[in-house]
C-alpha cells in the first residue's frame, strides 16, 4: 500500500518524567540546529513535563517543532491534585497531547473509560490526542494481542473524531527494554488498527525502543505514519538523527 500524502508523518518524543528546564535548553541549543536538515512535510514534537512546557512554548515559537503534553483531566478545572486541564495547555503553547501511555495505565490506574474521557475533552479543546495502545507479552504470548487492541480502540475511540487524532502502537514489552518489535510485525499490527478505523488516514505511530539504528527500517514500513521515542528523544543528537531519518 502506498502512503497516502494526507497521512502525516509525525515524530514525538516523549520525555516522561525526565528534564528540567536548564536541561531543557541544553538540549534545545544541541536539537535545533539539526531542523535545518529536516525535510518539510514532518510533524516534529515534543512532549516535556508540564514544568518546562513555558519555557519551550517561548523558545520554540516560530519554529518546526510542536508541543505536546504527557496527560490532560477530563475536567476543566476543580479539586483534583495532581491533574491538569485542556485551559492550562492549550495557554502554555501546547498543541498535541499523549493519552492512554501504558505508564499511566499500568501506574496510575488509567482505564479505557477515562482514556475516552480524556480524548474527548482534548478534542474539545483543540488539542490533537495521541492514544496509546498495545499489549503486554503476556498478553502477546498468550496470543492475545489483537484482540486486546480491538478493545482498546472500541472503547477509547467512542464518540471521538478521527479527523482530529494520532495512534501510537507501542507493544509495552518493547519499551524501554531495547527489545523492538521487528518492523514487519509492527506494521502488520498498524495495519489492523487502521483497519478498525473509519478514518483511514489517521497517522498511526509506532513506539518502543526507536533508536538511531532502527529508524529508518521502522519509516520504511507503508503503514507506519511516525514514531513515539521515549529514551532516545533525551539526547539532543539521537533524536535528531531520528528526525531526519533517511528513507529507503
Ligand atoms: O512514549 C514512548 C515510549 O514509551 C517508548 O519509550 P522508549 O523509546 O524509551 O522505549
Redesign the pocket.
Known sequence: MTKLPVRKIVI?G?W?MYKTQAETQEFLRGFLPHLEETPQGREVIL?PPFTDLSVLSKTLHGSLIQLGAQNIHWEEYGAYTGEISGPMLTESGVRFV?VG???RRQYFGETDATVNLRLRTAQRFGLTPIL?VGETKQQRDAGETESLISLQLDKGLLDIDQSNLVI?Y?PIW?????ETCEAVEANRIIGLIRSQLSNANVSIQY?????PNNIDEIMAQPEIDGV??????LEAESFARIVNFQSL
Not at 207 to 211: A, F, L, Q
Request: charged share 15%; hydrophobic share 35%; proline share 0%.
Open positions: 514525538a516523549n516522561k512532549c499523549i501511555h501504558s505508564e496509546c501510537a507501542e518493547a519499551i524501554g527494554t531495547g513506539g518502543g525502543s526507536v533508536k513515539l521515542v521515549g529514551g532516545a528523544s
